[in-house]
Nanobody, 128 residues
Framework: QVHLVESGGGLVQAGGSLRLSCAAS????????MGWFRQAAGNKREFVVA????????YYGDSVKGRFSISRDNAKNTVYLQMNSLKPEDTAVYYC?????????????????????WGQGTQVTVSS
């Protein structure tokens, strides 16, 4: 059983920053890729960013490139999402998840079905 806990969400003005954390337990953290997704009210879950287990290669969704940054601390079993230059359209519940092979397709990291465990989510609200 894997347990993921997100934290760091809140209310911020447009142009501001937030840092989300995702603490993991129950699995050898360094063995798995991690991802962040978000879901705004009435919308489908959207891929935000993923970080690979081996070389920490990262992949970003188009809407957050250049503004968001993911990192991981394997010693602390934690992955971070630094969000800068926030926009009202970034408002959503943000979820972290662990990836579980097998993976299909060159962009498997952007597909929610590639992830098996999810956190409960943390709300991010960006006011204009």
């Amino acid at each position: 059983q894997v347990h993921l806990v997100e934290s760091g969400g809140g209310l911020v003005q447009a142009g501001g920053s937030l840092r989300l954390s995702c603490a993991a337990s129950g699995r050898t953290f360094s063995d798995y890729a991690m991802g962040w997704f978000r879901q705004a009210a009435g919308n489908k879950r959207e891929f935000v960013v993923a970080i690979m287990r081996s070389d920490s290669t990262t992949y970003y969704g188009d809407s957050v490139k250049g503004r968001f940054s993911i990192s991981r601390d394997n010693a602390k079993n934690t992955v971070y999402l630094q969000m800068n230059s926030l926009k009202p359209e970034d408002t959503a519940v943000y979820y972290c998840a662990t990836a579980r092979p097998p993976f299909y397709g060159s962009k498997w990291y952007s597909v929610a079905g590639s992830y098996d465990y999810w956190g409960q989510g943390t709300q991010v609200t960006v006011s204009s």
